[in-house]
């Protein structure tokens, strides 16, 4: 399994989820931070990558959160994990991505040429440019320095 440091060189994005009132801190690549793949790119559903991509996960629905979180538990950041990294570069160890599941909040901080914050899982969703730190507890905020 790569550590975060290899990750962060291979191009993963940091980014915190929020689901059940909890915060979890993730690196990911960033296809894996666009909630609705299947709107950002349609002819996924046609292909191998349609089952293989996410564990099949390709718009995070209700009903696929916790499905889309257990893929993903093994890019969870732990704060020791996090600490380590403090010889990174302040660019590579920001936040860029916060998704609040309880409140379907997308608070997109990657201001690059992808918009991830335009695909989301339905109507419900709400999407913003902002920085993602603000959106953290407190509490998280310091048990990871942000």
Same mark, same amino acid.
């Given at each position: 399994?790569?550590?975060?440091?290899?990750?962060?060189?291979?191009?993963?994005?940091?980014?915190?989820?929020?689901?059940?009132?909890?915060?979890?801190?993730?690196?990911?690549?960033?296809?894996?931070?666009?909630?609705?793949?299947?709107?950002?790119?349609?002819?996924?559903?046609?292909?191998?990558?349609?089952?293989?991509?996410?564990?099949?996960?390709?718009?995070?629905?209700?009903?696929? /959160?916790?499905?889309? +979180?257990?893929?993903? @538990?093994?890019?969870?950041?732990? $704060?020791? =994990?996090?600490?380590? #990294?403090?010889?990174?570069?302040?660019?590579?160890?920001?936040?860029?991505?916060?998704?609040?599941?309880?409140?379907?909040?997308? /608070?997109?901080?990657? +201001?690059?040429?992808? @918009?991830?914050?335009?695909?989301? $899982?339905? =109507?419900?969703?709400? #999407?913003?440019?902002?920085?993602?730190?603000?959106?953290?507890?407190?509490?998280?905020?310091?048990?990871?320095?942000?």
């Amino acid at each position: 399994m790569p550590t975060l440091l290899e990750k962060l060189d291979a191009n993963y994005l940091l980014g915190c989820i929020k689901y059940r009132e909890g915060y979890a801190l993730y690196a990911l690549p960033l296809g894996w931070w666009i909630l609705n793949f299947t709107k950002y790119d349609p002819a996924i559903t046609s292909g191998e990558d349609a089952t293989t991509f996410r564990n099949g996960v390709l718009n995070v629905l209700d009903a696929e /959160i916790e499905r889309f +979180l257990q893929v993903i @538990e093994s890019d969870k950041i732990s $704060p020791a =994990d996090y600490m380590l #990294a403090v010889n990174i570069p302040a660019d590579d160890r920001r936040l860029c991505f916060f998704v609040d599941f309880d409140t379907k909040l997308y /608070i997109n901080g990657y +201001l690059e040429n992808v @918009e991830p914050e335009a695909y989301l $899982p339905d =109507d419900n969703w709400r #999407a913003e440019l902002g920085f993602p730190a603000d959106y953290l507890s407190q509490e998280f905020r310091t048990e990871f320095g942000l």
